[in-house]
Each structure stands twice: as structure tokens, then as C-alpha cells.
């Protein structure tokens, strides 16, 4: 069974947008927080953005301004509103329910989705 549903990705010119989009199952998805993480070819995955269960954000450093984490529970999904792209944004992205200590990439609830590709040129 597919638990972690990624879309929204794209090719895009710098300064442009794209709204990544997340659907969950296996879990009581309002419960639990929820993250958006990304991997550069070459580079290890890293988290981007976080939100816990009460609705608080949170953000790597580069992503700060540009990036917003939203969710609904009532369709278990998180989204990830990103404007002024940056070449340095392509990367796969995918979608997690963090287990633990959240920034931590160690322990997840739900095995890995496939990810979509987010291409921003220059």
C-alpha cells in the first residue's frame, strides 16, 4: 500500500513557484507532524520544513521567506508553497511524519514515497 502520495513538482525559471502537494495514509495524520524533505543529486536528503501537529512551522535556514508548510487534516495532506525558486531549490522532494525528535532524520513513520522533481533554472 502506497502511504506517501508527492506531486506538484515541475521545471521552472528561477524567481518562479510551485505548490508541492503530500497525501498520507497509515496514520492518524492529525496527530502527527509532518515534513517536507529534499535530495540533490550527489547531496544527502535534507529537511526543509516542518510542521507539527498544532500547526507550527518551521524552516531550514535558505528556504526562510519563500517557503510556506501548510496542512489539512481533513484530507491528510501537507503542502509546500514555494515562490522565488532558486537554482540551488532542484532537488527530489518528498514528504515524511517525522518520528522522535522531529529535525532528526533517523525515524519516520511511514516508508518513503517516490518524490517529485523540482527543476528551477537560471
Known amino acids: 500500500q502506497v502511504q506517501l502520495v508527492e506531486s506538484g513538482g515541475g521545471s521552472v525559471e528561477a524567481g518562479g513557484s510551485l505548490r508541492l502537494s503530500c497525501v498520507a495514509a497509515?496514520?492518524?495524520?492529525?496527530?502527527?507532524?509532518m515534513g517536507w524533505y529534499r535530495q540533490a543529486p550527489g547531496k544527502q536528503r535534507e529537511l526543509v520544513a516542518l510542521?507539527?501537529?498544532?500547526?507550527?512551522?518551521d524552516y531550514t535556514e535558505s528556504v526562510k521567506g519563500r517557503f510556506t508548510i501548510s496542512r489539512d487534516n481533513a484530507k491528510k495532506t501537507v503542502y509546500l508553497q514555494m515562490n522565488s525558486l532558486k537554482p540551488e531549490d532542484t532537488a527530489v522532494y518528498y514528504c515524511n511524519a517525522p518520528v522522535g525528535r522531529l529535525k532528526t532524520l533517523t525515524n519516520f513513520a511511514l516508508a518513503w514515497g517516490q518524490g517529485t522533481q523540482v527543476t528551477v533554472s537560471s
Open positions: 510542521i507539527t501537529s498544532e500547526g507550527r512551522a
Open positions: 497509515g496514520i492518524t495524520f492529525s496527530d502527527r507532524a
